[in-house]
């Protein structure tokens, strides 16, 4: 199976500073990757998703981007943070098309922006 | 677009039967899978179906109609380590998208 690795675990970020989540997988090769948002006792938000190295695809318009440099690895970027992006950030790999039933999930980053 | 929706929260007692429905709109369907989560940490998969019918996987069981874009998570003989949130999500082409989650609680 896989494993996705996720750092930082918590994060506290003033409001105006830029942010960097990084995300490897370990255990397969060109996966769909994804970064989910949660807010507290909330759904998983679809943020970025992505098929293959380059290729990124947006789902909702914000003050967030995402690369993938590498094939197994995910980048989750700001310029400047705002109050609104604090959350529990999730990176995900695999589920996508129809050969991949499940998806793995790192240990999450929480981000407070104060 | 997709969309998923689900109860927002389930309560039941220990021993007991428990079934989480799903609604789903979505284009490109490829199937449907729950997941679960236990309070500050990450969802871990427990079913997928990509066909009509039910899939059992121990004390969990899922069904899916594709005519009726609806599934359920069926939980058996509950037990205290059963209280977590669950969600349902949709694949859609490459995407996986996420329902709003059902907050399971279970007592004594």
């Known amino acids: 199976s896989q494993t996705i690795h996720q750092w930082p675990a918590t994060l506290v970020q003033p409001v105006g500073s830029p942010l960097s989540l990084e995300c490897t997988v370990e255990g397969t090769s060109n996966p769909n990757l994804y970064w989910y948002r949660q807010a507290a006792g909330r759904g998983l938000q679809l943020l970025f998703y992505s098929v293959g190295i380059g290729q990124i695809s947006s789902e909702v318009p914000q003050n967030l981007s995402a690369s993938r440099p590498q094939d197994r690895q995910f980048i989750l970027s700001s310029k400047k943070l705002l109050l609104s992006d604090s959350g529990f950030y999730l990176c995900?790999?695999?589920?996508?098309?129809?050969?991949?039933?499940?998806?793995?999930f790192g240990q999450g980053t929480r981000l407070t922006v104060v | 677009g997709q969309s998923l929706e689900q109860p927002s929260e389930v309560t039941a007692v220990e021993g007991a039967i428990v079934q989480i429905n799903c609604t789903y709109q979505?284009?490109?369907?490829?199937?449907l899978s729950w997941y679960q989560q236990h309070d500050g940490g990450a969802p871990t998969f427990l079913s997928y179906n990509a066909l009509d019918g039910l899939e059992e996987t121990g004390r969990f069981s899922s069904f899916l109609s594709r005519s009726d874009s609806y599934g359920y998570l069926l939980l058996q003989e509950l037990q205290m380590k059963d209280s977590a949130s669950y969600f349902c999500?949709?694949?859609?082409?490459?995407?996986?998208?996420f329902g709003t989650g059902t907050r399971l609680l279970v007592s004594p």
């Open positions: 999500a949709v694949k859609s082409f490459q995407k996986l998208v």
């Open positions: 995900a790999s695999g589920g996508g098309g129809h050969m991949n039933t499940e998806a793995f």
């Open positions: 979505t284009s490109g369907f490829y199937g």
